[in-house]
């Protein structure tokens, strides 16, 4: 039987609930994500490192577990907050039940609480902390305040190189790692890259001794400034000029390493219905997203042109540089968000790598 089960925001509002999945107290960076479908690439994006994640969706699990769809071996998020969760899945793909799957990982959720009226908390006070507790007595308040998302990279990139060879190999790509989703992978193997996957600390000269054709900048979770470390490697990557694609983290780092600035938004882009419009056709791509932080319009050097922009709030949604075959994207290209999706970004950069811009 569930048991009850409060999330205290630091604000102090406090939601009940009744717990499934695994049941520790935890704390966290409460977010929340409006797919309406979706939730195990949502549970097993590394990019949610550290955070309490909220479906706006109210029903969750009704198509189980299916292990092929997971974007990383295992979830890397510290909470999962639903309005309902489906006991019995049905699927023919389904290998099974989500109370089930997040016991086995250790993650905690949450159900039956109002997750519409938590969302309008969280896009009017902003992106908050929260804990989940069982009892209000075991409230840390000290410990809520003081929390923050840190070593996040760190904590989900791959730790040694490993490479994949697709049947026929046409290039060859180095995909570094800052937290990648499996499906970055999967589309440059799909059109013929070796990838070479590299952990967050590898070293410039570590990448360009693989000999790529091209390098892959992933997504990845946490405030990008706080990775100096890769910043400074970017930065001299950079000066090799091979061409060069970032999405999402990968899309901040490589604005950072070229002196542009970033800054955190009030309550984020998370979801499947994100707008990005193209500034040089005014096509508007309706694409998936999950990222708290973006690269500041007015701090562009001048090598670097925005390329699209957010149509709800206008920030900074892609970038295009003069001085080097290069070019990034705040967006997912490889999550297959609707009808408009934006894969062909991935033939751009094969396009690029064959020399054509």
Not at 4 to 26: C, D, M, R, S, W
Not at 133 to 155: E, G
Not at 239 to 267: D, N, V
Not at 273 to 280: E, G, H
């Amino acid at each position: 039987m569930a048991q009850n089960a409060y999330l205290v925001l630091e604000n102090g509002q406090i939601f009940k609930g009744k717990t499934f999945g695994a049941v520790k107290p935890v704390v966290g960076e409460t977010v929340f994500t409006t797919g309406m479908t979706g939730y195990l690439e949502t549970l097993t994006d590394p990019s949610y490192y550290g955070q309490m994640v909220v479906q706006t969706f109210p029903l969750i699990g009704n198509y189980g577990v299916i292990p092929s769809d997971f974007e990383s071996k295992r979830p890397s998020l510290t909470a999962y907050i639903v309005r309902d969760w489906c006991q019995v899945p049905s699927n023919f793909r389904s290998e099974g039940q989500l109370d089930a799957f997040l016991k086995a990982c250790g993650i905690p959720g949450l159900y039956g609480i109002d997750t519409r009226e938590l969302t309008k908390v969280i896009r009017e006070h902003g992106v908050m902390n929260g804990e989940i507790v069982y009892d209000l007595d075991q409230c840390n308040s000290q410990a809520v305040q003081d929390y923050r998302v840190t070593h996040a990279v760190a904590s989900v990139s791959c730790q040694q190189a490993e490479t994949f060879t697709p049947a026929h190999p046409k290039r060859r790509v180095v995909l570094w790692d800052f937290g990648a989703k499996e499906n970055i992978q999967r589309e440059l193997i799909k059109r013929g890259c070796e990838v070479i996957r590299m952990p967050y600390d590898a070293t410039a000269e570590n990448i360009l001794a693989a000999k790529p054709d091209g390098i892959m900048l992933s997504n990845g979770p946490g405030d990008p400034m706080e990775n100096t470390g890769i910043i400074t490697q970017l930065k001299k990557l950079c000066e090799a000029k091979l061409p060069t694609f970032g999405i999402c983290l990968g899309h901040q780092l490589l604005a950072l390493s070229q002196g542009a600035r970033t800054h955190k938004l009030h309550y984020g882009h998370r979801g499947a219905n994100q707008p990005a419009k193209n500034l040089q056709t005014g096509r508007v791509y309706i694409t998936s997203q999950n990222h708290g932080y973006a690269v500041e319009n007015d701090s562009l050097p001048p090598n670097a042109a925005l390329s699209y922009v957010n149509a709800n709030d206008g920030t900074c949604e892609g970038i295009s540089y003069t001085d080097m075959p290069a070019f990034s994207v705040q967006f997912h290209p490889e999550a297959s968000a609707g009808p408009l999706d934006t894969g062909f970004l991935f033939d751009e950069f094969m396009k690029m790598m064959e020399g054509g811009r």
